[in-house]
Each structure stands twice: as structure tokens, then as C-alpha cells.
Nanobody
Framework: QPVESWGGLVQPGGPLRLSCVAS????????IGWLRQSPGKEREGASC????????NYPDSVKGRFTISRDNAKNTVYLQMNSLKPEDAAVYYCAKRLYSLCGRDPSDYDYWGQGTQVTVSS
């Protein structure tokens, strides 16, 4: 399953880069997504990347601030988050999408990681 890392505490306006390393399977043939869940809220898609590098960001609030990328040689997908806001605080999950095209519905993902906590606070 994927293993997420490099979450943590960051001040509002600061950056954070998450990593997702696959264990036991190769990420390259699949669309991979970063999804997030805040307390009391439903899990939502945040960003996704297709096998050929096409990307999509879903909540309007993250567009222009989040960038997803992949390094297939390292079997790793990254999420660069800039200008973080308190409302970005959540557990961030990496997951493999069932389809090669990106989408935001969490039910279209499998092989979820355990998640990494992102806290945005001064």
C-alpha cells in the first residue's frame, strides 16, 4: 500500500511537501490522488495525476496553491502545498485511482495509505 509522509505543523501561509511512496506495487500505470479529510467532514479529493502526468485539483480553494507531481523512477508521488490556510488542515491520504483518468470521488480510489496529518496553525 502507499505510505504517506512529511505531514506536520506549519504556520498559515507556509509550504509543505507531502510524499507518497508505493510499497508492493508500481505507481506508474495508475492515476494517483491525494485526498483529505478534516474532522467532521467527508473525505474529499484534493489533487490527482494521471499516468502521463496530467493533473487536476478539485476544491477551488486549492487551485493555484497545490501542485501534484510524480517520479516514476522513485515510485513516488508528491503534493506541494503552498500558502497553506487553516482550512487545509486535515489528514492527507494517497490512493490509487481505479481509472486512468483523474476524478475527485473517493469511492473511485483503492489502495489507500494510512494518511499523514497536516496542521496549519500559528
Amino acid at each position: 500500500q502507499p505510505v504517506e509522509s512529511w505531514g506536520g505543523l506549519v504556520q498559515p501561509g507556509g509550504p509543505l511537501r507531502l510524499s507518497c511512496v508505493a510499497s508492493g506495487f508500481t505507481l506508474a500505470p495508475y492515476a494517483i490522488g491525494w485526498l483529505r479529510q478534516s474532522p467532521g467532514k467527508e473525505r474529499e479529493g484534493a489533487s490527482c495525476i494521471t499516468p502521463n502526468g496530467g493533473t487536476a485539483n478539485y476544491p477551488d480553494s486549492v487551485k493555484g496553491r497545490f501542485t501534484i507531481s510524480r517520479d516514476n523512477a522513485k515510485n513516488t508521488v508528491y503534493l506541494q502545498m503552498n500558502s497553506l490556510k487553516p482550512e487545509d488542515a486535515a489528514v492527507y491520504y494517497c490512493a490509487k485511482r481505479l481509472y486512468s483518468l483523474c476524478g475527485r470521488d473517493p469511492s473511485d480510489y483503492d489502495y489507500w495509505g494510512q494518511g499523514t496529518q497536516v496542521t496549519v496553525s500559528s
